[in-house]
């Protein structure tokens, strides 16, 4: 009787189809939602060129009421627009037009199971996250900002927190209605918020419950906890509002997130 079971070597026939792990699938899925994001010039307006432009201009122009090193109060409130364009406008935006030419739909047939799509949509902004946080640094170094080791460390917690909940805003944005009111919605509260967040700046002249209730929006929470974090200290109140808000808005993501 012949042995089928040992007559090939294994590996003599190529590919051998098995299973995938989880971390494979995790980061082809984030290579592709990278390449697709770098890909987009709407994206890379959003994420690397306004926040550069407000960057210098902000530092280098004439401008009253931003205190004597304004390079110190300006970096960090630029980092929260990069964070907030890449990781709630943009991701709203591409998937509610992923969700519309069904690309999205096709992915949930596939193998790759749901919190694989989310987690690399996620995976993908956090990286460019990052890179927009390195290069606004270094923008922000050569203008003269000089943060502590520990203002950095603390600076990069907080990123990483108000990264996860623009990001849960935007899923929960962009996976529950309908691509054009994505479209439009994302774009203007993008401008709500950072008009709010702008009321950071002035919250010494103005009342002490407005300054609260700036900072109990996202965009005004994050603003002023990365401030004080980049100076060595902890805003708790802001860091609260950012739990908050994401905790609140990936449940709900998790819960009424559509793929069609």
């Not at 004439?62 to 110190?72: E, F, K, N, Y």
């Not at 922000?140 to 990001?167: D, E, K, N, Y």
Request: aromatic fraction near 8%; include cysteine.
């Amino acid at each position: 009787m012949i042995d089928t079971a040992n007559r090939f070597a294994p590996g003599t026939f190529t590919p051998a189809p098995k299973p995938t792990t989880r971390g494979a699938m995790l980061a082809a899925q984030t290579r592709l939602e990278l390449v697709l994001l770098l890909r987009n010039g709407e994206q890379l307006l959003l994420t690397m060129f306004i926040p550069i432009t407000l960057l210098i201009g902000l530092t280098l122009l004439p401008l009253s009421g931003l205190g004597d090193h304004r390079v110190d109060r300006v970096v960090p409130t630029v980092m929260m627009v990069a964070v907030m364009s890449t990781a709630f406008t943009g991701q709203a935006i591409a998937v509610g037009f992923d969700r519309r030419y069904g690309a999205l739909k096709r992915l949930g047939a596939t193998p790759l199971p749901r919190w694989g799509i989310v987690a690399g949509k996620c995976a993908a902004v956090l990286i460019v996250v990052v890179l927009q946080s390195i290069l606004l640094g270094a923008i922000g170094f050569a203008l003269g900002w000089r943060p502590s080791p520990l203002g950095l460390l603390l600076g990069a917690v907080v990123i990483a927190l108000g990264t996860a909940t623009f990001a849960a805003l935007g899923l929960l944005l962009g996976g529950t209605l309908k691509a054009e009111i994505v479209l439009a919605l994302a774009n203007i509260l993008w401008f709500v918020m950072l008009g709010i967040a702008s009321l950071v700046f002035l919250s010494e002249d103005l009342p002490s419950a407005v300054g609260l209730i700036a900072r109990a929006v996202p965009s005004g929470a994050l603003a002023e906890a990365l401030e004080r974090a980049l100076r060595g200290s902890i805003d708790w109140y802001g860091v609260a509002m950012l739990a908050v808000w994401g905790g609140a808005s990936g449940w709900l993501a998790s819960k009424f997130f559509r793929f069609d």
